[in-house]
């Protein structure tokens, strides 16, 4: 008599569940796993069985921190990194043609410059961008997000000159007459906000449903919005994408400045569940910015600057302490950017203060990056439950300036995954996209592949001792994302799970080590249903 939907045998399963790593079968039921292991312990008479012919099955990838909106929009957007753009003068050209292209009275947007990837060396400047258009404004966002390029028109419609004082925790930067470049680094590129075109719901849930399916063709089950742009409710707007077509389970941050001054900004309680497709997860605070752009609040000065250079740190203690408030009486996570040993310790000794506010479904706080930790930081955040959420794929894509800005050593001991792990802090991986140098800033695979190998993209050692094993890699993407996310019931292949799962195109198991960014998704499943495959 039949049991199950569908029952899939003969395949190479990795759970992620340390209690059962690998399965050969697994029956389904109403969308969820009821039974999972070795196939010949199950009987298959009158079943529906799907034959996995030896293939790869991993759970649902889980990408705990990136910025999908913002994904979304840049693809209408000029793309301003190889294999697209090369140079500032084809960055010119690129302007100039969207210019002829759109006409008069629009602003003209990219994203992704990163000066190491560009022939000249430097990063664009007003007069690079005038030079494509003088009578409209433009605004190129370098690859990290942190910093904003713009043009004379731009800065003439924001009102910034040689007399504009810089924001706290901002920079605009100048020539040696004091003349601003045109570069808005950190809380400086908000000076522009509000003459920024905001983008109309519609265009954005439109935007959303065409990203969705290339995450799917890229085994992304799962995502987190880090926070919000403006003061929209992202939670309403992926509800409203869903009813269109996009398939991912969400989890939300709200940026804390955005909200914090509004007295009835609070999370209604039936948002934070863990097993609703669009979870609200909670605040988020920028601390400090990037290395790529030196922005980064380290304790010892940059290499290769004008001056003794230690970052910039965009927030105070009293922004961190407030969201704490707010984060104990909604019963919320707390994220924090920190990058730099200085914000990574700010972040962590205000947290460490504090008795856990969640139950053990979820970490109470979560330290975006944290590519420095201290030893204070780590035996801090072990002690407190502070888990920790990073992106391998930095140091692949953004080798030029990690290495022009820390040098080989400093950056080798970056991004110390095993030291992290063997502290018992609580990991996930992510590519915080599209906060870095790539066309394709979402691929799992080639920051799976940089976790293990600890190469950069020109063959850099990144630093080996601190490489991970490819199977405790594919668990940071899978079950520690569901944990730091707080989804109760995905990240595993396990029973009464959700059969969020994909099928490889080849073993991932078998490839050489520095080939695993060449593996493709060939099925995506959600719920058991067939959502992407391959042609």
Same mark, same amino acid.
């Given at each position: 008599?039949?049991?199950?939907?569908?029952?899939?045998?003969?395949?190479?399963?990795?759970?992620?569940?340390?209690?059962?790593?690998?399965?050969?079968?697994?029956?389904?039921?109403? !969308?969820? *796993? %009821?039974?999972?292991?070795? $196939?010949?312990?199950?009987?298959?008479?009158? #079943?529906?069985?799907? /034959? =996995?012919?030896?293939?790869?099955?991993?759970?649902?990838?889980?990408?705990?921190?990136?910025?999908?909106?913002?994904?979304?929009?840049?693809?209408?957007?000029?793309?301003?990194?190889?294999?697209?753009?090369?140079?500032?003068?084809?960055?010119?050209?690129?302007?100039?043609?969207?210019?002829?292209?759109?006409?008069?009275?629009?602003?003209?947007?990219?994203?992704?410059?990163?000066?190491?990837?560009?022939?000249?060396?430097?990063?664009?400047?007003?007069?690079?961008?005038?030079?494509?258009?003088?009578?409209?404004?433009?605004?190129?966002?370098?690859?990290?997000?942190?910093?904003?390029?713009?043009?004379?028109?731009?800065?003439?419609?924001?009102?910034?000159?040689?007399?504009?004082?810089?924001?706290?925790? !901002?920079? *605009? %930067?100048?020539?040696?007459? $004091?003349?601003?470049?045109?570069?808005?680094? #950190?809380?400086?590129? /908000? =000076?522009?906000?509000?003459?920024?075109?905001?983008?109309?719901?519609?265009?954005?849930?439109?935007?959303?449903?065409?990203?969705?399916?290339?995450?799917?063709?890229?085994?992304?089950?799962?995502?987190?919005?880090?926070?919000?742009?403006?003061?929209?409710?992202?939670?309403?707007?992926?509800?409203?994408?869903?009813?269109?077509?996009?398939?991912?389970?969400?989890?939300?941050?709200?940026?804390?400045?955005?909200?914090?001054?509004?007295?009835?900004?609070?999370?209604?309680?039936?948002?934070?569940?863990?097993?609703?497709?669009?979870?609200?997860?909670?605040?988020?605070?920028?601390?400090?910015?990037?290395?790529?752009?030196?922005?980064?609040?380290?304790?010892?000065?940059?290499?290769?600057?004008?001056?003794?250079?230690?970052? %910039?740190?965009?927030?105070?203690?009293?922004?961190?302490?407030?969201?704490?408030?707010?984060?104990?009486?909604?019963?919320?996570?707390?994220?924090?950017?920190?990058?730099?040993?200085?914000?990574?310790?700010?972040?962590?000794?205000?947290?460490?203060?504090?008795?856990?506010?969640?139950?053990?479904?979820?970490?109470?706080?979560?330290?975006?990056?944290?590519?420095?930790?201290?030893?204070?930081?780590?035996?801090?955040?072990?002690?407190?439950?502070?888990?920790?959420?990073?992106?391998?794929?930095?140091?692949?894509?953004?080798?030029?300036?990690?290495?022009?800005?820390?040098?080989?050593?400093?950056?080798?001991?970056?991004?110390?995954?095993?030291?992290?792990?063997?502290?018992?802090?609580?990991?996930?991986?992510?590519?915080?996209?599209?906060?870095?140098?790539?066309?394709?800033?979402?691929?799992?695979?080639?920051?799976?592949?940089?976790?293990?190998?600890?190469?950069?993209?020109?063959?850099?050692?990144?630093?080996?001792?601190?490489?991970?094993?490819?199977?405790?890699?594919?668990?940071?993407?899978?079950?520690?994302?569901?944990?730091?996310?707080?989804?109760?019931?995905?990240?595993?292949?396990?029973?009464?799970?959700?059969?969020?799962?994909?099928?490889?195109?080849?073993?991932?198991?078998?490839?050489?080590?520095?080939?695993?960014?060449?593996?493709?998704?060939?099925?995506?499943?959600?719920?058991?249903?067939?959502?992407?495959?391959?042609?």
């Amino acid at each position: 008599m039949k049991q199950y939907d569908s029952v899939y045998t003969n395949g190479k399963i990795f759970t992620a569940d340390d209690e059962g790593l690998y399965a050969d079968s697994m029956a389904l039921q109403d !969308g969820k *796993i %009821v039974w999972i292991g070795k $196939g010949e312990a199950l009987d298959l008479a009158g #079943e529906d069985v799907i /034959d =996995l012919q030896g293939r790869t099955v991993l759970p649902g990838l889980i990408d705990s921190h990136m910025h999908p909106i913002m994904v979304a929009a840049n693809l209408k957007q000029i793309v301003c990194l190889p294999p697209y753009i090369h140079s500032i003068e084809e960055l010119t050209q690129a302007v100039r043609k969207v210019r002829q292209e759109q006409g008069p009275d629009r602003w003209i947007l990219g994203w992704g410059y990163d000066e190491g990837k560009l022939q000249e060396g430097r990063t664009p400047t007003r007069y690079d961008l005038d030079a494509g258009a003088s009578d409209v404004p433009v605004c190129i966002i370098r690859s990290c997000g942190h910093i904003r390029c713009v043009n004379s028109k731009a800065l003439a419609l924001g009102g910034i000159d040689e007399n504009t004082v810089c924001p706290e925790g !901002g920079r *605009i %930067v100048r020539d040696d007459r $004091g003349v601003p470049t045109g570069v808005l680094e #950190e809380n400086a590129r /908000d =000076l522009l906000a509000q003459y920024m075109p905001a983008e109309e719901e519609a265009d954005i849930i439109e935007n959303l449903t065409n990203l969705s399916e290339h995450l799917l063709s890229e085994g992304i089950t799962a995502i987190a919005d880090m926070g919000n742009m403006d003061d929209r409710d992202y939670f309403d707007i992926y509800e409203n994408a869903r009813k269109k077509g996009f398939a991912q389970r969400v989890g939300v941050f709200y940026m804390w400045d955005q909200f914090r001054h509004k007295p009835e900004f609070h999370f209604v309680q039936q948002r934070l569940s863990g097993e609703i497709p669009t979870r609200v997860c909670g605040i988020k605070i920028i601390a400090d910015g990037g290395i790529s752009g030196r922005t980064a609040w380290v304790n010892q000065p940059y290499l290769a600057g004008s001056g003794a250079e230690y970052g %910039v740190s965009t927030c105070t203690e009293e922004d961190i302490t407030s969201a704490i408030a707010f984060c104990k009486e909604n019963k919320a996570q707390l994220s924090i950017h920190a990058m730099g040993q200085n914000s990574i310790d700010m972040a962590v000794n205000l947290i460490a203060e504090e008795e856990d506010w969640l139950d053990d479904r979820l970490p109470h706080a979560r330290i975006e990056h944290a590519s420095m930790p201290t030893e204070n930081a780590l035996a801090k955040s072990a002690a407190a439950d502070i888990a920790f959420v990073t992106q391998p794929v930095f140091l692949y894509a953004e080798i030029e300036r990690y290495l022009e800005n820390l040098g080989i050593q400093w950056l080798q001991s970056t991004f110390p995954f095993r030291e992290i792990l063997r502290r018992g802090i609580r990991l996930a991986f992510s590519t915080d996209a599209p906060a870095t140098p790539l066309a394709d800033a979402t691929n799992p695979f080639l920051c799976v592949e940089t976790a293990v190998t600890r190469k950069a993209g020109d063959g850099t050692d990144c630093g080996r001792e601190n490489a991970v094993d490819l199977e405790t890699a594919l668990k940071l993407y899978t079950r520690e994302g569901a944990y730091v996310m707080g989804f109760a019931d995905i990240g595993m292949l396990k029973k009464d799970y959700r059969a969020d799962f994909i099928v490889l195109d080849r073993d991932i198991f078998s490839v050489p080590e520095q080939e695993i960014h060449l593996v493709q998704v060939a099925e995506t499943y959600m719920d058991g249903e067939l959502r992407y495959q391959k042609e």
